[in-house]
């Protein structure tokens, strides 16, 4: 009885580095091609188009309010629906609750391990969720009752094999999206802690996310230490989209208000807009002058502005269609780790290594 015929490619012997060095130069090229397919639908520069556009005026801007009450490094922040609460979490292991306007604190957790890198408000309020070091996202319930124990309710939803670097809830409570330091992102559900679904690209360090604001939003971006910015589709858990333009880590990105683009902001000094429906960097801000990373970036509600926290302690404002800086703003005694504009978008709050939060309008 005859063998059968096995197929050619499985008798010969195959070089593994062969192979590899075959699919590397293969998928080159291909960029390559892609990179001049870009090119050729690359027409005209944003701040081109904006050339008759007004200019905007004097911006005074201040800080009304000073949260102090942090032993440590602010690491993370974010704003409560109401517009007026803000969830704060620091290196000393400290979350806290604060109410912006009155400066009060109302509830404070210390969570079991220091470096909270990551903090979240829920949608409804009645909840915040953190992590950092610990590797994994930890839901604390928010109650009325000023004397609880909140740690007593404390739910573990996510684990990660490595830090957990931003989180954020879906458009509901019961969802929530992370990044860590082990280079990926994943979707959980609250309840049960079920991992949902991961999304695998980055090849290193994921540093930060956001999802896309309309109320369908099926899609988030994500940084890290890749140089990359990732569009993913949270069905399917695929890449859609990638950007891979900065010359350093990504430490933030931020959903333009109409969703049609992100910016980002890095260690190169820069930040950049991507718009997604030209699938291309479309502009850049920087300045001779700023030497120092970009640890956070965020836009003003109509999206006219880009708000940028720096490591040399500043925060400069961005005229996001003429490209040119509009203000600079002085006022943490350390580089600023954190930034947000208000959901109703009269003021944004940055967060320091000076131990203090801000309020700026």
Not at 53 to 79: A, E
Not at 228 to 235: G, I, P
Not at 244 to 260: A, C, K, L, M, W
Request: with cysteine; glycine share 8%.
């Amino acid at each position: 009885m005859r063998s059968p015929r096995v197929p050619e490619m499985a008798t010969q012997e195959v070089q593994p580095n062969e192979t590899l060095t075959h699919l590397k130069t293969e998928s080159d090229t291909l960029k390559t091609k892609l990179e001049e397919e870009r090119a050729k639908l690359h027409d005209v520069e944003l701040h081109q188009v904006a050339e008759k556009v007004d200019g905007l005026g004097q911006f005074i801007m201040k800080t009304r309010r000073t949260l102090k009450g942090h032993g440590n490094k602010v690491l993370c922040m974010d704003w409560c629906k109401d517009k007026r609460r803000i969830v704060s979490s620091s290196q000393d292991g400290k979350v806290i609750v604060w109410d912006a306007f009155t400066t009060n604190k109302e509830h404070a957790v210390t969570m079991p391990c220091t470096w909270v890198m990551a903090c979240a408000y829920a949608p409804s309020g009645c909840a915040v969720a953190c992590g950092g070091l610990d590797n994994k996202c930890s839901v604390y319930p928010l109650s009325l009752d000023k004397n609880e124990n909140l740690a007593a309710k404390k739910k573990s939803v996510a684990m990660h094999t490595n830090y957990l670097s931003a989180c954020s809830f879906t458009n509901s409570d019961m969802q929530i999206l992370t990044s860590s330091g082990d280079g990926t992102c994943a979707l959980w559900d609250v309840e049960s802690g079920q991992l949902l679904q991961s999304f695998h690209g980055h090849a290193a360090d994921v540093l930060c996310l956001d999802l896309a604001p309309s109320e369908t939003g099926n899609t988030f971006v994500s940084g890290g230490c890749d140089k990359k910015a990732n569009v993913w589709d949270m069905r399917s858990g695929q890449c859609i989209q990638s950007f891979e333009t900065h010359e350093s880590d990504i430490n933030s990105v931020r959903y333009y208000p109409s969703g049609d683009a992100f910016a980002s902001g890095s260690d190169d000094a820069t930040c950049r807009l991507y718009d997604l429906r030209a699938d291309r960097e479309v502009a850049i801000y920087s300045k001779e002058s700023i030497i120092f990373g970009v640890s956070s970036v965020d836009f003003s509600l109509s999206g006219r502005l880009l708000f940028g926290g720096y490591n040399d302690y500043t925060i400069n404002v961005w005229d996001v269609l003429k490209g040119t800086r509009v203000s600079i703003l002085f006022g943490h005694e350390n580089r600023v780790s954190t930034l947000r504009v208000s959901p109703d978008g009269t003021a944004f709050c940055t967060g320091s290594w000076d131990h203090t939060l801000r309020v700026w309008a």
